[in-house]
């Protein structure tokens, strides 16, 4: 009588599920995006971990030099020329600021850093919507221009406050803890939390707008934030879930 084989020892599916991880793992640390990633989760960390301020906008501004090499690092050829082109004044300008009389004024450095930033954002999110397979780079590339839209509202916001120094309402609290003073830097620490805590939904109620200009950056801000994590996440999800089924 024929003797059926034997069957496959029960932790071989184990074993098959852990082989992927290696590979996406090198696959994650190759990315495109990865650099800028993580440069980016440092710079929104380091405006509120760092206590003393004159360390914290050191750091700042070396985070925000290393940014600007991962971006052009990260985007297309045809889109790094343009990207040298506002970033070059932008990263020269953060560092003047740190002079007794800086040559640059403060608000051509404010608007030079947000034209950088948003140029960065948009392309970041025109990367991510043109690819059409969904891989571990297109995914950290969605949280690299989820983690820009916070950080180029906050730059935002800081140049409205230079602009309108009455256009947010700090607590007294707040404003004692945080050393709450005119914005020094387009990525002014109280100014990049109050733009995630809104981008995010959250509203803790300790700093508010007052001015038009300011509401109305507030409220494109908290429309973007769920929006684009309910379009623009899902698409990619429904991208890998129609990939996985026509498998």
Same mark, same amino acid.
Request: aromatic content about 8%; proline content about 7%.
């Given at each position: 009588? /024929?003797?059926?084989?034997?069957?496959?020892?029960? +932790?071989?599916?184990?074993?098959?599920?852990?082989?992927?991880?290696?590979?996406?793992?090198?696959?994650?640390?190759? *990315?495109?995006?990865?650099?800028?990633?993580?440069?980016?989760?440092?710079?929104?960390?380091?405006?509120?971990?760092?206590? !003393? +301020?004159?360390?914290?906008?050191?750091?700042?501004?070396? %985070?925000?030099?290393?940014?600007?090499?991962?971006?052009? +690092? =990260?985007?297309?050829? #045809?889109?790094?020329?343009?990207?040298?082109?506002? %970033?070059?004044?932008?990263?020269?300008?953060?560092?003047?600021?740190?002079? !007794?009389?800086?040559?640059?004024? /403060?608000?051509?450095?404010?608007?030079?850093?947000?034209?950088?930033? =948003?140029?960065?954002? @948009?392309?970041?999110?025109?990367?991510?919507?043109?690819?059409?397979?969904? &891989?571990? !780079?297109? @995914?950290?590339?969605?949280?690299?221009?989820?983690?820009?839209? *916070?950080?180029?509202? *906050?730059?935002?916001? %800081?140049?409205?406050?230079?602009?309108?120094? &009455?256009?947010?309402?700090?607590?007294?609290?707040?404003?004692?803890?945080? $050393?709450?003073?005119?914005? /020094?830097?387009?990525? #002014?620490?109280?100014?990049?939390?109050?733009?995630?805590?809104?981008?995010?939904?959250?509203?803790?109620? $300790?700093?508010?707008?007052?001015?038009? *200009?300011?509401?109305?950056?507030?409220?494109?801000?908290?429309?973007?934030?769920?929006?684009?994590?309910?379009?623009?996440?899902?698409? @990619?999800?429904?991208?890998?879930?129609?990939?996985?089924? $026509?498998?």
């Amino acid at each position: 009588m /024929k003797r059926d084989p034997d069957p496959a020892p029960q +932790h071989e599916p184990a074993r098959a599920a852990r082989r992927p991880l290696e590979p996406s793992f090198r696959a994650l640390l190759r *990315g495109r995006f990865t650099g800028l990633g993580v440069v980016l989760v440092v710079l929104s960390f380091c405006t509120t971990v760092i206590p !003393d +301020h004159d360390v914290r906008e050191v750091v700042i501004d070396i %985070a925000f030099t290393i940014l600007l090499v991962f971006a052009v +690092h =990260s985007l297309r050829r #045809t889109m790094r020329a343009v990207a040298i082109i506002l %970033a070059l004044p932008a990263v020269v300008g953060h560092w003047t600021l740190h002079l !007794d009389a800086p040559p640059v004024p /403060k608000v051509a450095v404010f608007v030079s850093s947000l034209l950088f930033l =948003s140029f960065l954002t @948009l392309v970041m999110l025109h990367e991510v919507l043109r690819d059409q397979r969904v &891989n571990i !780079d297109t @995914l950290v590339g969605a949280v690299c221009a989820y983690f820009l839209l *916070g950080v180029t509202w *906050g730059s935002a916001y %800081a140049l409205l406050a230079i602009v309108s120094p &009455n256009a947010f309402a700090v607590s007294r609290s707040l404003a004692e803890v945080a $050393d709450w003073q005119p914005p /020094k830097s387009p990525l #002014t620490p109280l100014l990049q939390y109050y733009s995630f805590a809104t981008l995010s939904t959250v509203g803790y109620g $300790d700093m508010s707008p007052l001015t038009a *200009g300011a509401r109305s950056l507030s409220v494109l801000e908290s429309l973007v934030g769920p929006l684009y994590l309910a379009i623009l996440i899902s698409r @990619l999800v429904g991208m890998h879930v129609a990939r996985t089924t $026509d498998r």
